[in-house]
């Protein structure tokens, strides 16, 4: 299932104190490995789960939607610090929104087959088509009253 850590959860297959990664192991950009203490959420995309926070980039398997675009993901988990809600019926209506930034190619995979002593060698190459996305809201995530002295 995974590895565990001293603070660690094991859940649907992710570990709570794990930095963001995205599908090939990239670290990538989240306001969590800066020490907020958001909201978060697992969202499932392309038959893989995801542990996503508001302001989050990652790479998802690709969509079907442009540049630009905005898009949800299906939330099977909410967890606040407090509270964690995974009642599918609870769930059934929140999104999770986030906003397309790039539709790439990730780095090539070499696929070597090799029978010994049968003079068999296969080589092919393979690059998996990627969305870049940004998480823009994730539903129960309230924004910090602005005081008027910060405002300024």
């Given at each position: 299932?995974?590895?565990?850590?001293?603070?660690?959860?094991?859940?649907a297959?992710?570990?709570?104190?794990?930095?963001?990664?995205?599908?090939?192991?990239?670290?990538?950009?989240?306001?969590r490995?800066?020490?907020?203490?958001?909201?978060?959420?697992?969202?499932?995309?392309?038959?893989?789960?995801?542990?996503?926070?508001?302001?989050?980039?990652?790479?998802?398997?690709?969509?079907?939607?442009?540049?630009?675009d905005?898009?949800?993901?299906?939330?099977?988990?909410?967890?606040?610090?407090?509270?964690?809600?995974?009642?599918?019926?609870?769930?059934?209506?929140?999104k999770?929104?986030?906003?397309?930034?790039?539709?790439?190619?990730?780095?090539?995979?070499?696929?070597?087959?090799?029978?010994?002593?049968?003079?068999?060698?296969?080589?092919?190459?393979?690059?998996?088509?990627?969305?870049?996305?940004?998480i823009?809201?994730?539903?129960?995530?309230?924004?910090a009253?602005?005081?008027?002295?910060?405002?300024?």
């Amino acid at each position: 299932m995974g590895k565990s850590c001293e603070t660690g959860v094991i859940l649907a297959g992710f570990i709570d104190c794990a930095p963001v990664r995205s599908y090939y192991g990239q670290l990538l950009h989240s306001p969590r490995n800066e020490g907020f203490d958001h909201m978060y959420a697992i969202v499932s995309t392309g038959g893989k789960q995801y542990k996503v926070a508001k302001g989050d980039v990652i790479d998802v398997e690709k969509l079907d939607a442009q540049p630009g675009d905005q898009v949800s993901l299906d939330v099977l988990l909410l967890a606040d610090g407090s509270t964690t809600t995974s009642d599918p019926e609870a769930l059934a209506s929140e999104k999770v929104v986030a906003k397309v930034v790039d539709q790439h190619k990730a780095p090539k995979v070499t696929v070597f087959k090799f029978h010994k002593r049968k003079r068999y060698q296969r080589t092919r190459g393979h690059r998996q088509q990627l969305t870049t996305l940004e998480i823009v809201e994730v539903p129960g995530d309230v924004e910090a009253p602005v005081s008027a002295s910060t405002a300024e």
